[in-house]
């Protein structure tokens, strides 16, 4: 089974600090992986997706993410906070093999000015 | 292209009566997802359809749930009854058929349900 933790429910971080959220996948074969970010009554918006390309991944709104196989890990960083970063983040995974996908439980990033 | 449809938004009901969302799926996505989302949690799949066949509904509480796809295009999912630990957003969700080189969920603004 696949699956996908996300360490730390909240997150705050100052105006213009580096942002950093973690995520972590279980699977037998390297999978998909995604981050989605939720604003408040809307629904998820894909923000980046790992597809055995490169492993370093570019996404909208100035936002990255690095497969690391060896640590079975897809953080996201951005380098410098937004005040509309403010948000809630989803990594989720897909098997490379199919198309179902599994959300974490999300992280609730707060930018403080 | 549009985007993924649902309806209503918002929803109030009683626990015990029933209720329906329904979602249009982007134009030629053959895979159909409804998820469940409630408060401070990550979106938990309750049944994929592949055109007009579940793929996947091990999660979806059958004794009060129910979700058809009837002509492989929109899909309405289905309450009766509710109850009280069903007040969530309903987020459907839309994929083309895996393969095509197009991999992530495309999600409508999701149904708030309450339960009161």
């Known amino acids: 089974a696949q699956s996908v933790t996300q360490l730390g429910s909240h997150v705050s971080v100052s105006e213009g600090a580096l942002v950093l959220l973690r995520c972590n996948y279980s699977s037998s074969v390297p999978p998909y992986l995604f981050w989605y970010v939720q604003y408040p009554n809307q629904g998820l918006q894909l923000l980046l997706k790992y597809t055995s390309a490169a492993t370093l991944v570019k996404g909208i709104n100035g936002f990255e993410a690095e497969f690391k196989k060896s640590e079975t890990s897809f953080h996201l960083t951005k380098p410098s906070a937004h005040m509309s970063d403010a948000a809630e983040y989803f990594c989720a995974v897909s098997p490379s093999n199919g198309n179902q996908f599994y959300f974490g439980t999300g992280t609730s990033l707060t930018v403080i000015p | ?116």
């Open chain 2, 1 to 116: 292209e549009a985007g993924v449809a649902q309806s209503p938004r918002y929803k109030i009901i009683e626990k015990r009566q029933s209720v329906a969302f329904w979602c249009n799926p982007i134009s030629g996505h053959a895979t159909l997802y409804w998820y469940q989302q409630i408060l401070g949690q990550g979106p938990k799949l309750l049944i994929q359809f592949q055109n007009n066949g579940v793929v996947d509904d091990s999660q979806l509480p059958k004794d009060r749930f129910s979700a058809e796809r009837l002509k492989g295009v929109d899909s309405t999912l289905k309450i009766q009854p509710a109850k009280l630990e069903d007040s969530a957003v309903y987020l459907c969700a839309s994929s083309p058929t895996w393969g095509t080189g197009h991999t992530e969920a495309f999600f409508g603004q999701g149904t708030r349900l309450t339960v009161v």
